[in-house]
């Protein structure tokens, strides 16, 4: 690669695919919007079922994880992955736009590395 092309590109990420799976339309737009871009391609889940399958089905670089959605939750997309032993092979940044002073995040979950 010549300079010139190392200026081209330089700032420039690897385009990625993104699984968004959360219940929210807004979030999913905006997640969905900024994403692409950055030239990423995203496939958007409704809901933690649907995302599960498509986890499941496709190979995507990273998941972006709703923890608070009704019925199947992010939790119970996590603990499927666990018990199927397949959580290893996924990336999954979890988030919530969910404030509730009872919300407890699990302290000894091995899905994550670093809780903040």
Not at 3 to 8: A, F, G, R, S, Y
Not at 50 to 61: A, V, W, Y
Not at 71 to 100: M, P, Q, R, W
Request: charged share 30%.
């Amino acid at each position: 690669m010549s300079k010139t092309d190392k200026v081209k590109n330089k700032g420039k990420t690897k385009s990625l695919e993104i699984l968004i799976i959360d219940d929210n339309e807004q979030i999913t737009k905006m997640l969905t919007t900024f994403l692409e871009l950055k030239e990423h391609k995203c496939t958007i889940a409704n809901d933690g079922k649907e995302g599960l399958n498509i986890i499941k089905e496709n190979r995507h670089d990273v998941t972006l994880l709703d923890l608070a959605m009704p019925e199947f939750d992010g939790y119970s997309v996590i603990k499927d992955l666990e018990e199927s032993n397949s959580l290893k092979d996924h990336k999954i940044i979890v988030f919530t736009a969910s404030f509730c002073p009872s919300f407890n995040f699990p302290s000894n979950s091995s899905f994550c590395n670093i809780w903040t």
